[in-house]
């Protein structure tokens, strides 16, 4: 059975950073790609970044985020990480972790919730004005 645990959330105030990390159960971990999602209040879940597996050669980024979140993973650590720099009041959300097994290969990355299969329970970011 594969779980994600997220860490690392908590209240910054505006222009602060914070990282998340994302512990993965899963025995092949270097294999799946991983992908940050969040939930603001009163909107939908929208992707945040993604990785490819194996080394994590390939990232994408939203819009919103990109110049200012950098996702890595370290394998040997099973982890995934979001490191959230010049954060705004915006960035406020649930942050999940998510993770796909099968990818097409190792620069290959999702950027869609359905795509991925397990997720973790997701870690409180507040960022304050």
């Known amino acids: 059975q594969v779980q994600l645990v997220e860490s690392g959330g908590g209240l910054v105030q505006a222009g602060g950073s914070l990282r998340l990390s994302c512990t993965v159960s899963?025995?092949?971990?270097?294999?799946?790609?991983m992908g940050w999602f969040r939930q603001g209040p009163g909107k939908e879940r929208e992707f945040v970044a993604a990785i490819s597996s194996w080394s994590g050669g390939t990232t994408n980024y939203a819009d919103s985020v990109k110049g200012r979140f950098t996702v890595s993973r370290d394998n040997g650590l099973k982890t995934v990480y979001l490191q959230m720099n010049s954060l705004n009041p915006e960035d406020t959300a649930v942050y999940y972790c998510?993770?796909?097994?099968?990818?097409?290969?190792?620069?290959?990355?999702?950027?869609?919730?359905?795509?991925?299969?397990?997720w973790g329970q997701g870690t409180q970011v507040t960022v304050s004005s």
């Open positions: 998510a993770a796909r097994r099968l990818s097409y290969s190792t620069t290959y990355y999702y950027t869609q919730g359905y795509e991925y299969e397990y």
């Open positions: 899963g025995r092949t971990f270097s294999t799946y790609a």
